[in-house]
């Protein structure tokens, strides 16, 4: 199974502030890596798809990229509504598995 | 508009079984693959398995491999998942998924609500 590790675990930041996450993949991926944001209470949503396609309808603040085995997710100014936890997620091959999480607060 | 809604959840003892459903509305049910994701309570997302747009072809994580089913009824716009000999420690929310129709395996650009279920004695 491919594993995937995300960092930090948590955060905390100030509104405005530049945000990244970083996911490695125990083995290549290529860039079949997606990230989703989850909010408390609700299902996951997806934000970018094979490392770095915006989900339409997702705010340009949000991007991705990275390929092979390390990628990363940037928040370029963290808004309120930004709060939640956002995973990765890989669909290279199977089982699809997932990111620990990463929580992300405001400072 | 798109809507994936999930059923059948509730309490059940240790051992027992469940089937969840899943309702499709607002596109072509038939044209994607759809997944299964369970999420522990305060834990992170682990995916459960998978079936073809056609239901010809079904994947299941290993940690559930054996003990679930997952089925569709395109006529009927459905997904199905039928967990037989449940564990405490299968308790959480369950989320059916829609699958990007991008690559083999893609990214789950639509999710339901989800459904929880508790396994307890």
């Known amino acids: 199974d491919i594993q995937m590790t995300q960092s930090p675990s948590s955060l905390s930041a100030s509104l405005g502030d530049r945000v990244t996450i970083t996911c490695r993949a125990s083995q290549s991926i290529s860039n079949y890596l997606n990230w989703y944001q989850q909010k408390p209470g609700k299902a996951p949503k997806l934000l970018i798809y094979?490392?770095?396609t915006l989900e339409p309808g997702v705010p340009s603040r949000f991007s991705g990229s990275g390929s092979g085995t390390d990628f990363s997710f940037t928040i370029s100014s963290l808004q309120p509504e930004d709060i939640g936890t956002y995973y990765c997620?890989?669909?290279?091959?199977?089982?699809?598995?997932f990111g620990g999480g990463t929580k992300v607060e405001v400072k | 508009q798109v809507h994936l809604v999930e059923s059948g959840g509730g309490v059940v003892q240790p051992g027992r079984s469940l089937r969840l459903s899943c309702a499709a509305s607002g596109f072509t049910f038939s044209e994607y693959a759809m997944h299964w994701v369970r999420q522990a309570p305060g834990k992170g997302l682990e995916w459960l398995g998978m079936i073809s747009h056609d239901g010809r072809n079904t994947f299941y994580g290993d940690s559930v491999r054996g003990r679930i089913v997952i089925s569709r009824d395109n006529s009927k716009n459905t997904l199905f998942l039928q967990m037989n000999g449940l564990r405490v420690e299968d308790t959480g929310v369950f989320y059916c998924?829609?699958?990007?129709?991008?690559?083999?395996?893609?990214?789950?650009?639509?999710w339901g609500q989800g459904t929880t279920v508790t396994v307890s004695s």
């Open positions: 997620q890989q669909c290279e091959n199977l089982p699809i598995t």
């Open positions: 998924a829609r699958e990007l129709p991008t690559n083999m395996f893609a990214a789950f650009d639509i």
């Open positions: 094979d490392a770095s």
